[in-house]
């Protein structure tokens, strides 16, 4: 088992251009999480999936956060356009409904926005 | 007032010391609880479940009080290993009253480290 997959590991990109995250869930995972963690803020939930669609993106912090899982397989996590203050490290996980040992994270995508 | 509120720490203790984190919750309709563990720059993993009778893996204990929506983390005997950040973690029940394990709460976590 491959685990969640992030990629990329890490990405410094300058103020104002778009950014994509992307994740790879474990395989038969029906749940799909996007996270993000800052010193100030520690861990927030921006958006989850349940069979690739979105329940609830409340977490999502401004228009410019957009989330989609076009399948089973895929999600990205889109920033457009960024700014220093998104810099951060976006975790995506994934579980299994009724598992909890089944919420595993991704090793991170570490963003920097200079 | 946050959802999972952590003891600030950091703690800092020497080897063999035990320490004890706390955590409080708002959400009375919370279903299951978790202590995760993460290492500097690293993911989060769970650390163990904690239940209403309270339960040991080894050197670690956590207990839950629901009526005071408390919950605690024991560590004996600590290690040098055993520096991480440990976070409280909360399970919220789903929009429609399902039960799930679908949707997970993270405190700030707290900060150990254990020296020789």
């Known amino acids: 088992d491959a685990g969640v997959i992030q990629s990329p590991r890490h990405e410094v990109t300058e103020m104002g251009q778009e950014v994509t995250l992307r994740c790879k869930p474990i395989?038969?995972?029906?749940?799909l999480f996007w996270y993000r963690q800052t010193m100030m803020r520690g861990l927030e939930l921006l958006i989850y999936?349940?069979?690739?669609?979105?329940?609830?993106d409340s977490g999502m912090p401004e228009d410019r956060f957009s989330a989609k899982m076009p399948n089973a397989s895929f999600s990205t996590l889109k920033i457009q356009p960024s700014e220093p203050r998104d810099s951060a490290v976006y975790f995506c996980?994934?579980?299994?409904?009724?598992?909890?040992?089944?919420?595993?994270f991704g090793s991170g995508t570490r963003l920097t926005v200079v | 007032r946050k959802e999972v509120e952590q003891d600030p720490g950091p703690f800092n203790v020497p080897e063999g010391a035990t320490v004890a984190f706390n955590c409080t919750y708002s959400?009375?309709?919370?279903?299951?609880f978790f202590w995760y563990r993460q290492d500097c720059r690293k993911e989060p993993k769970l650390l163990m479940s904690?239940?209403?009778s309270g339960n040991e893996d080894g050197r670690f204990t956590a207990q839950l009080n629901r009526a005071s929506q408390y919950i605690s983390l024991l560590i004996r005997d600590s290690k040098l290993s055993d520096s991480a950040t440990y976070l409280c973690?909360?399970?919220?029940?789903?929009?429609?009253?399902?039960?799930?394990?679908?949707?997970?709460?993270f405190g700030q976590g707290t900060i150990l480290t254990v020296h020789p």
């Open positions: 996980a994934s579980s299994l409904v009724g598992n909890p040992y089944g919420y595993t």
């Open positions: 395989s038969g995972h029906d749940y």
């Open positions: 999936f349940n069979n690739n669609v979105p329940i609830d």
């Open positions: 959400n009375s309709a919370s279903q299951s």
């Open positions: 973690v909360v399970n919220s029940e789903l929009p429609g009253g399902g039960t799930s394990y679908g949707k997970l709460t």
């Open positions: 904690v239940y209403s």
